[in-house]
């Protein structure tokens, strides 16, 4: 897909997806294959603004060969029909990066997400040259992943504009949750350059579409896109007392994971508004199997949820209508 084309097409629903793994560990491509399905089917096969992302950190991507995610990019890719495919290509080095971004371009990607760096946090001059390199290498367009829970860094609106100019850059899932940064990117990055697309959710859309995020990334997408594209539908009109009603939907949601976070002991040193506990990835693979699609377990160092969580879970799932 052309760089103006997909630019155009990056808004919406941006449905991260869970990956599918069977009891014994494997990988189940099958099951991804139908899952992928399901978000085609709910998407109208592209007429809805829904985008598919896959092989993020949600998808475990860190937990697997590179051979098992080359197969999951070409099953999702082979899958999705007229709807865009975003493909994380992310590795603590550049060479390595360049390299799978090759590769998922190879396999028929739309785009790639990239998130900054990781393990060793590099200079600002290390960011840059890192992205440019990236779109030195591919002819898709590129997704720059603002993450400081996974990275340990993150790039600031002025460094952001500067990596804009990169003509391949255009878009960014920018996962801050202050409200004064977002105003600041805002006034910092031109959006015909580079995408906003809110990485933390539905709970922060309403504050990222303020200014100017044209969408969002969704976990629950996965098994409930109708209660998540409500929320951007809303957005989408600017309507604020819709997008609260719209959320108000998965209030039973977020007051379970935020039970089941404070049941677990943190091991992270980040400051509460830069963490988050993976067990968000559990909820979601239950959601998958709950509604008759592919969940399955996590794979270690990942922990699911206990028997007891399960049930609650369940509940959870039944008062939220799925």
Not at 82 to 97: C, F, L, M, N, Q
Not at 166 to 189: D, L
Not at 247 to 274: C, N, S, V, W
Request: hydrophobic share 35%; glycine share 10%.
């Amino acid at each position: 897909m052309h760089l103006e084309e997909m630019k155009r097409r990056l808004k919406g629903l941006v449905v991260v997806q869970l990956f599918p793994f069977t009891d014994s560990g494997e990988l189940d491509l099958e099951g991804l294959r139908e899952n992928t399905e399901f978000l085609v089917d709910f998407a109208e096969n592209g007429e809805k603004d829904l985008v598919i992302l896959t092989n993020g950190s949600t998808s475990e991507f860190y937990a697997m060969s590179d051979e098992e995610q080359e197969r999951a990019i070409e099953t999702v890719v082979e899958t999705s029909g007229e709807v865009p495919v975003i493909a994380g290509t992310s590795r603590p080095g550049t060479d390595a990066t360049v390299e799978f971004s090759k590769r998922a371009q190879r396999l028929g990607a739309d785009g790639v997400m990239v998130v900054l760096p990781y393990y060793h946090q590099p200079t600002e001059e290390g960011l840059y040259r890192h992205y440019k390199a990236v779109g030195e290498a591919v002819d898709v367009g590129i997704m720059l992943y603002n993450n400081p829970f996974v990275s340990g860094s993150w790039a600031d609106p002025e460094l952001l504009a500067r990596i804009s100019q990169i003509e391949e850059m255009i878009a960014f899932k920018e996962n801050t949750s202050s409200a004064i940064q977002y105003q600041e990117i805002s006034r910092k990055v031109d959006p015909e350059k580079m995408t906003l697309i809110c990485g933390l959710g539905e709970k922060m859309y309403p504050g990222a579409q303020a200014y100017g995020a044209k969408g969002f990334v969704s976990t629950p997408g996965n098994f409930a896109p109708h209660l998540s594209y409500a929320i951007y539908e809303a957005g989408r009109e600017e309507d604020v007392a819709g997008m609260r009603e719209a959320l108000d939907q998965f209030k039973p949601y977020f007051d379970f994971l935020d039970k089941a976070t404070a049941d677990r002991e943190e091991t992270t040193i980040l400051p509460d508004t830069r963490r988050g506990n993976p067990v968000y990835q559990a909820l979601g693979k239950l959601g998958l199997d709950y509604v008759g699609l592919n969940g399955g377990r996590l794979r270690a160092p990942m922990e699911g949820l206990t028997e007891e969580e399960e049930r609650e879970a369940e509940e959870v799932f039944d008062r939220m209508g799925l």
